[in-house]
């Protein structure tokens, strides 16, 4: 089915251990962006790209690195987890932007427990 | 900078009566888009409506309309006929169309739709 996929969709890790977090879509978007949601809030931007090769920061992007060397994947990764990145993370895409074509698409989550 | 603001942390509407949502924006930008998403207890972000900065009509979708005020900088999300399956967060959302398209969200709503 056409969308994003994300991998893992659980995992539990220790305080210090590394992990990443594949975010891959097959629409051919353009721009890609991972978001944390944390109990009761709402979605925080956490990096993004507007294309294969390249990435900014986003709202809230201490402790994590990211990477877009294909145009379809975009890697979160978590260098050193701790208990505060606990949290719901999501990936989004959306084309090139336009009047008729103007949607995001969301993963279903990856849900993260650091302990 | 963009901002989203949802003044209702829960809200209680008896099944088939009308509920509305509060979002209210804060941006400098001429050309802006706003959305509106569900996400039911299993997670999942779903999409419900979208209203363009320069749309003359406020958007319908179904059961859903979004009341655009653009003077006043709101964009209520309005359920005509709530039912049970209504029962979800709902976030507000904008997206900044020029540069790499970032989607701003407000904290987000519970709705709980009781029989």
């Known amino acids: 089915n056409a969308g994003v996929t994300q991998t893992p969709k659980f995992r539990v890790l220790k305080t210090g251990q590394s992990m990443t977090l594949l975010c891959a879509q097959d629409m051919n978007h353009e721009y890609m962006y991972w978001y944390r949601q944390d109990p009761g809030m709402g979605l925080r931007l956490i990096h993004y790209?507007?294309?294969?090769?390249?990435?900014a920061k986003g709202e809230v992007p201490d402790g994590y690195n990211v990477s877009r060397l294909k145009k379809q994947n975009f890697l979160l990764g978590l260098e050193s987890a701790a208990p505060s990145q606990t949290s719901v993370y999501f990936c989004a895409s959306t084309p090139f932007p336009d009047r008729a074509n103007y949607g995001y698409t969301f993963g279903s989550g990856t849900r993260l427990t650091v302990v | 900078a963009q901002k989203i603001t949802q003044t209702q942390p829960g809200m209680f509407v008896q099944e088939k009566e009308a509920v509305t949502l509060d979002c209210t924006y804060d941006?400098?930008?001429?050309?802006?888009?706003l959305f509106w998403y569900k996400q039911p207890s299993s997670g999942e972000m779903i999409f419900l409506i979208y209203q363009g900065s320069y749309d003359q009509q406020n958007a319908t979708e179904g059961r859903y309309s979004l009341n655009f005020q653009k003077a006043r900088k709101s964009a209520n999300l309005v359920i005509s006929a709530s039912q049970l399956g209504d029962s979800a967060m709902y976030f507000c959302?904008?997206?900044?169309?020029?540069?790499?398209?970032?989607?701003?969200f407000g904290q987000g709503t519970r709705l709980t739709i009781n029989p």
């Open positions: 941006t400098s930008d001429p050309s802006y888009g």
């Open positions: 790209s507007v294309g294969e090769g390249t990435t």
């Open positions: 959302a904008m997206r900044e169309i020029q540069g790499a398209q970032k989607l701003v």
